[in-house]
């Protein structure tokens, strides 16, 4: 986690506090992982809100491809201060041009009326599934290598990864166990993007799995498009996650990706979509 941490750490602009700049991990295709840059733009825009207020929901566009080998920086738009409710608007940008825009809306803590879908009944626990590590850390090649070596957290799919070929069945529904590989500190703010860091490896899974294809698919061209997250309740990612994800659509060289995220005993705490472009051969 230390590296990921690192980049998490954004360094602020004396002259202006809503500027921030940030760098980038490598990644095998030298662009910026998307989830990387989807936490960086939360925590600039929580480093402009008061501490008691948590991001409640986000709206992001990836516009451009970022680059690894550049810094990003962080620009905090304030659209309002409200009594319960604040928002911002984050553009991260590289070269003076876009590369994702994102609006957050933070909540102050109050009571309501409370209510939660259950976890799946029957869902083999962890400690049950194979890790990413089990699956391709054997595999001598620079991607098997990043995806076990250098990850951050440890992944384990139920149904089966689509890691080295696609799913035996088709299907637009998948269930993935996440945990973070070290514990992580008592910061509610950074934990809730680190939820949005992790998801972006996933989200689109279930498009493929239901296309019949896999990471492997020679000639698919695949990348984010939008993004968007709900937090109900508090989340610890260096606690086993269940992602259950579902693909409702694909169409146009689209695919919608669809996630909720539940703690192992079963309390939903986030709720997530996004859409991607999944080009096929």
């Given amino acids: 986690m230390a590296p990921v941490l690192d980049v998490l750490r954004l360094t602020d ?26 936490a960086q733009a939360l925590l ?3 480093a402009t809100v008061p501490d008691d207020r948590l991001p409640h929901s986000l709206h992001g566009y990836f516009l451009r491809a ?11 738009e304030r659209l309002r201060d409200g009594r319960s409710f604040t928002a911002r608007r984050t553009h991260a940008l590289q070269g003076g041009a876009p590369i994702l825009s994102m609006i ?5 803590e109050q009571d309501g009326h409370e209510y939660a879908d259950p976890m799946p009944a029957g869902v083999p626990g962890p400690d049950d599934v194979r890790s990413a590590y089990d699956v391709i850390g054997h ?6 290598k990043f995806w076990t070596q250098e990850a951050a957290f440890d992944v384990r799919h139920v149904e089966g990864a689509l890691y080295l070929g696609p799913a035996a069945e088709p299907s637009g529904h998948q269930m993935v166990w996440f945990r973070a ?29 239901r296309a019949g294809q896999s990471w492997m698919t020679r000639g698919m061209s695949i990348a984010s498009l939008d993004h968007a997250m709900w937090w109900h309740r508090d989340v610890r990612v260096d606690e086993w996650l269940l ?8 169409q146009g060289g689209r695919g919608l990706g669809a996630a909720r995220v539940f703690t192992r005993s079963g309390e939903l705490v986030a709720s997530i979509a ?7 051969p």
Avoid: K, W
Avoid at 104 to 108: E, H, V
Avoid at 182 to 196: I, S, V
Avoid at 243 to 250: E, L, R, Y
């Fill in 139 to 144: 595999i001598d090649h620079p991607v098997a």
């Fill in 44 to 46: 600039a825009a929580g």
């Fill in 66 to 76: 970022g680059v690894v080998d550049e810094p990003i920086t962080f620009a905090v």
């Fill in 104 to 108: 957050t809306s933070f909540q102050a």
């Fill in 13 to 38: 602009d004396p002259a202006n506090p809503d500027l921030f700049q940030g760098r980038s991990l490598p990644q095998p295709n030298g662009r910026v992982f998307g989830g990387q840059v989807l």
């Fill in 274 to 280: 996004q859409e991607g472009m999944v080009r096929l």
């Fill in 243 to 250: 992602f259950v994800q579902s693909s409702p659509s694909a």
């Fill in 181 to 209: 590989l070290d514990p992580l500190p008592d910061d509610r703010l950074l934990h809730r993007a680190l939820l949005a860091y992790a998801c972006d490896q996933v989200m689109l899974e279930p498009v493929l799995r």
